[in-house]
């Protein structure tokens, strides 16, 4: 069953009708709904294409959370081979919030990580919601020395709503991990690229796509606060979120005009959680030709190409 969300209300009534009708043919095989099935299901057809074509920076926020949407596990099953976890940060613990470990892309050996939400409830608790703890940074930044020493290409999936704020997380150093990351981003010798593939949040996304290159799913959002945090400090209402997530410019085509991201990839109609497939391999394609645009730039080509992008933001900001 498709979880709708609430702006979904009235699709989710046809598609329902449409299903009903189904079946009622299914238990009474006399029975002849397909004309009067076929007419609702290019009603929704219609409806889905209307709601999607359009969507609000508030409603794209909730697309980019949806429990079906595909998470991080699903790209790495679908799109890598001989898939190798590397588990802990050899300091305090293995936090599942961040998986990562080597892989080959096309045949190419390759380092992956991401962020990871789970999707059900079992999973969901495991993996902390996609909130990272400081060792899970921890752990991504002995991965990304692994990849600069053996000179892997490193893909990092962005998947979270920000870094975790608890107590035990702030002791153990929160802010200097997701810094200390961040700076690991900038300075590896090999071609990094950043996918962000439903909620990229605060310092808890940067610290993973400080990259070469950044793309983002259509329907994903990008952001240095959720706007219900953003409507709770500036209005002190966070029912406001909709004029924050407004004012945010979280879109991934508002990020791409502002120079903060490089690519867009087209979801399928209704979103990623409607056709996981689909959604999958064009992030595939995407990542295959974010990697041809770096090809044959040595280490120092890299670092460069990746310091100059993120001092070109403010720049292009400012000419804004």
């Avoid at 609000?56 to 949806?66: I, L």
């Avoid at 990092?156 to 997380?169: E, F, R, S």
């Avoid at 799913?217 to 209402?237: F, M, N, Q, R």
Wanted: glycine share 8%.
């Amino acid at each position: 069953m498709t979880q709708y969300m609430d702006f979904e209300k009235p699709l989710a009534e046809i598609e329902g009708k449409a299903e009903e009708l189904r079946a009622l043919a299914r238990a009474n095989e006399e029975m002849d709904v397909t004309e009067e099935a076929a007419a609702l299901d290019v009603k929704a057809s219609a409806m889905l294409e209307d709601l999607y074509k359009s969507l609000t920076p508030w409603r794209k926020c909730q697309v980019a959370r949806h429990p079906e949407r595909p998470h991080c596990q699903d790209y790495i099953n679908a799109l890598f081979t001989d898939y190798t976890p590397l588990a802990g940060d050899r300091n305090f613990a293995d936090d599942h919030a961040v998986m990562g470990g080597l892989a080959r892309f096309n045949d190419t050996p390759i380092m992956v990580i991401g962020h990871e939400k789970g999707n059900d409830t079992k999973s969901r608790i495991e993996r902390n919601f996609g909130m990272a703890r400081p060792e899970g940074y921890r752990k991504a930044i002995r991965l990304m020395d692994i990849a600069h020493r053996f000179g892997l290409p490193l893909i990092t999936l962005v998947d979270t709503p920000g870094a975790y704020p608890g107590k035990g997380a702030e002791e153990r150093g929160q802010s200097e991990a997701i810094a200390r990351a961040t700076e690991k981003c900038l300075q590896i010798g090999v071609p990094l690229i950043s996918v962000v593939i439903g909620e990229g949040g605060s310092g808890g996304a940067v610290a993973f796509a400080t990259a070469n290159r950044v793309a983002m799913l259509e329907h994903s959002v990008y952001s240095v606060i959720s706007p219900e945090g953003c409507a709770s400090i500036l209005w002190k209402d966070a029912e406001k979120m909709r004029e924050a997530a407004e004012a945010l410019r979280l879109t991934a085509s508002d990020l791409k005009q502002l120079g903060v991201i490089d690519r867009i990839i087209p979801e399928p109609m209704g979103g990623a959680h409607r056709d996981a497939a689909t959604a999958i391999a064009a992030v595939g394609r995407a990542i295959e030709g974010m990697l041809q645009d770096l090809q044959g730039k040595d280490a120092q080509a890299l670092v460069a190409d990746r310091r100059n992008k993120f001092l070109e933001i403010g720049a292009k900001g400012l000419a804004a």
